[in-house]
């Protein structure tokens, strides 16, 4: 842009308001600079939309990536080059996804050698039933690798996420799985040749209302395929910050005969710290807050 007199020749103002040439370049090179990795092709500008009555101020492509260009010296074109080569872009999945829905309660199609081609060999394995990004299973399987650790979660575009991470720091004793765990836990279990040692259940959906209880992911069932699997030794650990989700999760599980509750030494049998020195995301920002945290350890007999 070299003079406000050149802007008339690429700024045009919908609904035949206008604005001084000079006030919408200083903004619009303003903004390019704060955004260089945005395109400037459209742009809203806050201020003037809320003082013209959400006016938008459209620029024409090729000349406003020329002026882009210029005032950021380069960069623009740069980064526009950059953007061309990656892959889409990443979109945030939901945080509540109902289990019960139709599409989640259809059985996952698991191929018969899953666990060859998903690990490298066979050894004790740790399930860690809604994994969501899957930063806790990275970093337990960096840190044993004699254990192979699954994570499975139902929204599989965290999955997809995850393991790529995996493939990208070689970890053959790490996979993650997208399923619905109330629907396909017995038939990963009942197929894989490595021996059940450990389940960890950490900060499940709440899901607040009486009626959405149903949804929660520690039911019955769950809790019985576990405890079937399950070798003996082995245990399973819960843990949430909402106290009575916490003790919602511990009663299903009081009500499996093979498995017992770990004295801790606290009257209420809540663990003080996370036995496996690994905090979830949640845990973290939890603690940051001041926040209380359940636990709860249950053993196989």
């Known amino acids: 842009v070299t003079s406000p007199a050149d802007s008339s020749s690429w700024l045009r103002v919908d609904g035949g308001m206008g604005i001084t040439a000079a006030r919408a370049q200083a903004m619009l090179i303003l903004g390019l600079c704060a955004l260089k990795h945005v395109s400037p092709s459209v742009l809203l500008l806050p201020r003037t939309a809320r003082s013209l009555s959400r006016v938008r101020v459209r620029a024409v492509a090729s000349d406003v990536d020329e002026a882009a260009d210029t005032a950021t010296g380069g ?27 139709n599409h989640h309660q259809k059985p996952l199609d698991l191929p018969e050698d899953w666990h ?16 969501a990004a899957g930063h806790f299973c990275v970093s337990l399987a960096e ?38 765990a109330n629907v396909d836990l017995p038939t990963i279990l009942t197929s894989s040749p490595s021996p059940l040692t450990s389940v960890s259940i950490q900060f499940p959906d709440p899901w607040f209302k009486k009626r959405h209880h149903k949804r929660r992911v520690v039911q019955p069932e769950l809790v019985a395929c576990i405890a079937e699997h399950l070798q003996p030794g082995g245990f399973v650990f819960v843990q949430s910050d909402v106290r009575e989700l916490a003790e919602a999760m511990r009663e299903q599980l009081d009500l499996s005969p093979a498995l017992a509750l770990r004295s801790t030494g606290n ?19 939890t603690e940051h807050k001041n926040g209380a945290v359940w636990r709860a350890i249950y053993d196989r007999l």
């Open 267 to 285: 009257p209420e049998g809540w663990l003080e710290t996370n036995p496996f020195s690994i905090p979830t995301e949640r845990e973290i920002a």
């Open 116 to 131: 060859a081609t998903a690990f490298g060999m066979t050894q004790p394995l740790h399930v860690d039933i809604g994994c």
């Open 143 to 180: 840190q044993r690798p004699d254990r192979n650790v699954l994570g499975l979660e139902i929204r599989d575009v965290l999955v997809e996420r995850a393991n790529s991470w995996v493939e990208t720091r070689s970890l053959s004793n790490l996979r993650f799985l997208a399923c619905n």
């Open 75 to 101: 960069k623009y074109v740069r980064a526009q080059q950059r953007r061309e080569g990656q892959q889409r872009r990443w979109k945030r999945p939901r945080q509540h996804v109902n289990p019960l829905a």
